[in-house]
């Protein structure tokens, strides 16, 4: 029995079809990977040379001592404000898909239920200064083209025309929604370009005769050697691992962002107390050993 051979419109049959659409996937795929990698190489660079104040020596200890928590450290550095971003990202897709099928699906409800989650892991502070300037962007880019449909002929026409004009300005490519969120990133990166990944540490160490303070981020610390790199002036001290005495962790004013409650414990009234004491003070407690020169800011 011979088999029809059903082909479109140019004689391509179904097989051949499903075959191109295959290739064309995976090219995709291979496009969107090599870009990807492309990326991360490049901020991974970026951020070594921004955190190491421009220092290349600085900067290439960075990368070759921890190259990938680079990537992984620095999303948690940026958590307080990616976690606002994804809950208004995910609250705009979710409407989006309500608006675009007519009637909610499990879809949009599990977009809902993200956007309420990383609203709920979001501090309070972070998330209202994302909120408010979501909705001012959206008063900009929608507000204008909304009054010149409601308005339409009857207004007065200097009103109408000023209207109009703004509405085609709004209908710019720069003003969709996608490209404030693009611009929210950059703006959260390059505003903690130089703040490092790893977290701040007290580190005492034997110097001959003497006990020694340095304040930093450990980069790497083997059987032999431990690398800080100061708080201070992003200078490196290369200590023997048998001479740390202790290392504390603390936090540092300006060098690490404040910690801040989620918007889930404030809704609680559970108190948030950082588990991490002031660097300063611990140093200040040792008051008869010598805190290394460059450890803090100023």
Known sequence: MATVDER??????????????H??????????????????????????????????????ALLTTAPLTVLLGSL?????????????????GAVRARRRIGAWTWEGAALLGLAALSALLSPVRS????????L?????????????????????????????????????????TPVFFVVAVLWVVLGSLTRPWTPVELVAFQEGAEQRLVVG?????????????????RGLNRIRSEDVASRRLCHLVGAQAAGQAPLLWELQDRPYRSPNRSCRKLADQQSDVQVTAGSFPG
């Open 217 to 233: 981020n450990v980069l790497s610390a083997d059987g032999e050697w431990t690398t800080v790199m100061r708080a201070g002036d």
């Open 23 to 60: 290739a064309s996937l995976l090219q995709d795929a291979a496009h969107l990977s090599i870009v990807g990698a492309v990326l991360l190489t490049g901020f991974a660079l970026v951020k070594s040379y921004a955190v190491g104040h421009f220092s290349l020596t600085t900067g290439a």
């Open 8 to 21: 479109g419109p140019g004689g391509e049959s179904a097989r051949e079809r499903a075959v191109r659409e």
């Open 127 to 134: 998330l209202l200064t994302c909120g408010l300037a979501f």
């Open 76 to 92: 948690m550095s940026y958590a307080y404000w990616i976690l606002p971003l994804a809950a208004l990202a995910l609250l705009y």
């Open 136 to 176: 001012v962007f959206l008063l900009v880019a929608r507000g204008p083209r909304a009054a010149a449909e409601a308005t339409g002929a009857d207004a007065p026409d200097h009103r109408s025309r000023w209207r109009s004009r703004w509405a085609s300005l709004t209908s710019s490519p720069l003003f969709r």
